[in-house]
């Protein structure tokens, strides 16, 4: 069973950093996506950033434009966790944000920023930036 718990969300100032965490618990890192993602009330579900992982391991990485530069992406894998480092914060990143995975089915990234694809969830973190 696959399970995903975010962590690291809080309220900090705009220009700060946060990082946000992910343990994945049997899942496997082949053929899928994974991704964070952030969703406002009242708004759609957007990407923030994605890993495609093909057969040998990560293909590529992928950000949204309005985080390009400042977020990173990255997987400890002998930590099974996934991590998003977040650095000049704006008030507008404010926000839920979820970590996210695919099953391992995708033969390519093509849809990796699409929030329908994606068949785990976890719970969610809430980060908020003041001004």
């Known amino acids: 069973q696959v399970r995903l718990v975010e962590s690291g969300g809080g309220s900090v100032q705009a220009g700060g950093s946060l990082r946000l965490s992910c343990a994945a618990s049997?899942?496997?890192?082949?053929?899928?996506?994974v991704g964070w993602f952030r969703q406002g009330s009242g708004k759609e579900r957007e990407r923030v950033a994605s890993?495609?992982?093909?057969?040998?391991?990560?293909?590529?990485?992928y950000y949204d434009d309005s985080v390009k530069g400042r977020f990173t992406f990255s997987q400890d894998n002998t930590k099974n966790t996934l991590y998003l480092q977040m650095n000049s914060l704006k008030p507008e990143d404010t926000d839920m944000y979820y970590c996210?995975?695919?099953?391992?089915?995708?033969?390519?990234?093509?849809?990796?920023?699409?929030?329908?694809?994606?068949?785990?969830w976890g719970q969610g973190t809430q980060v908020t930036v003041s001004s």
């Open positions: 996210a995975a695919t099953s391992s089915d995708r033969r390519s990234s093509a849809s990796c920023y699409v929030a329908s694809v994606y068949k785990y």
């Open positions: 049997g899942y496997t890192y082949r053929s899928a996506c």
């Open positions: 890993i495609y992982f093909g057969v040998g391991g990560i293909y590529g990485i």
